[in-house]
């Protein structure tokens, strides 16, 4: 699959990520609507994340990433947007995410479809 999205880097220093990541979520649902959009975080490098934003269907205007994504291997989590950092703990217990997709409801649901490279 093809994730296109407008890429934006995010420190992870005291778990910033949430709130500024969550700021940039605001931005783009102003424009698109919440429940039209869906996160990409990928490319974890030192203490810092790149993380997109584009559309379930169709391409964002004025996109900046175009990158390719395993078809098959994700493994998908549901809960609460409120509990979105303890489903990340839970997640990171078995280690490091190659990508992460997140998608966000307005009834304070979210989906988290995450995929972690095999080291065999």
């Known amino acids: 699959m093809v994730f296109k999205g407008i890429s934006r880097v ?21 424009i698109y609507g919440l ?4 996160g990409l975080g990928y490319k974890w490098e030192n203490d810092k994340i790149s993380y997109a934003i584009g559309l379930k269907n169709g391409d964002i205007d004025g996109y ?40 966000f409801y307005e009834d304070g649901r979210c989906e988290i479809r995450y995929y972690r490279e095999s080291l065999a």
Do not use: H
Request: net charge negative.
């Open 35 to 38: 429940e039209n959009l869906c």
């Open 64 to 103: 900046n990433l175009s990158i390719l994504l395993p078809d098959d291997g994700w493994v998908n989590v549901r809960g609460e947007t409120e509990l979105l950092k303890e489903l990340y703990d839970e997640i990171y217990k078995n280690g490091r995410l190659t990508y992460e997709i997140e998608t």
């Open 10 to 30: 995010f420190k992870l220093t005291n778990e910033q990520q949430y709130e500024t990541i969550g700021q940039f979520w605001d931005e783009m649902a102003l």
